[in-house]
């Protein structure tokens, strides 16, 4: 299999088997996301190959590049027999803080203002992020082969974790969220050789 051909059956395994699993909150366009009133929008994550397109740049059909998942290739090689590919999943999500439909309130709650709490500010958005990465991570684990001919290298194990800059400083990019699960896979490799086919 070619290499564009393992990037784009990854993809596509991922927009079949896990983003249509996930719900996550679409960014606000309007500057309003820290109003209480704000009303957000939940939307299914989706899938990119090695870059992640502007909002002017997306593929037909689709209208959100955040949330998302990029899958890029980071290094690979081939011996006479298979090809072995690094696989980087690139995840990112925006969640600014804990709305008012976001709280659960009993029945018989009076608060001091009497009415029920707006919008708070905080740092919990990591937590919508990294259970879409959970989410991906066991759906991989579960998996044999992501499309034709590209197996998941189980026994190679995974590694993931927040994205940092090269001082290893975890980037803050509030109230986006940004994360990494990296893993291999293989396709078997079919080569015509001439030199040997002419005494076939």
């Not at 890029?72 to 709305?99: C, H, K, M």
């Not at 659960?104 to 029920?116: A, K, N, Q």
């Amino acid at each position: 299999m070619t290499i564009v051909g393992i990037v784009d059956s990854i993809v596509e395994w991922l927009n079949a088997n896990v983003c249509p699993e996930v719900l996550m909150r679409l960014p606000s366009e309007d500057g309003k996301a820290n109003d209480k009133r704000y009303e957000y929008t939940m939307v299914h994550p989706h899938a990119f190959p090695l870059y992640l397109p502007t909002r002017d740049k997306l593929p037909p059909k689709v209208r959100i590049n955040v949330p998302s998942v990029v899958v890029q290739l980071e290094y690979g090689n081939d011996d006479p027999e298979n090809r072995e590919v690094s696989i980087t999943l690139n995840f990112s999500g925006w969640a600014p803080g804990t709305y008012q439909d976001d709280w659960i309130i009993p029945l018989d709650y009076e608060s001091e203002e009497g009415e029920i709490p707006g919008f708070r500010a905080d740092y919990e958005g990591w937590r919508e992020l990294w259970n879409f990465v959970d989410k991906t991570a066991a759906a991989v684990q579960s998996t044999t082969y992501m499309g034709q001919n590209v197996e998941v290298m189980q026994w190679e194990g995974m590694e993931f974790g927040p994205f940092r800059e090269e001082s290893n400083t975890v980037l803050d990019y509030y109230p986006f969220w940004y994360a990494y699960l990296k893993f291999k896979v293989r396709c078997s490799l079919r080569r015509l050789n001439e030199e040997v086919n002419q005494y076939l």
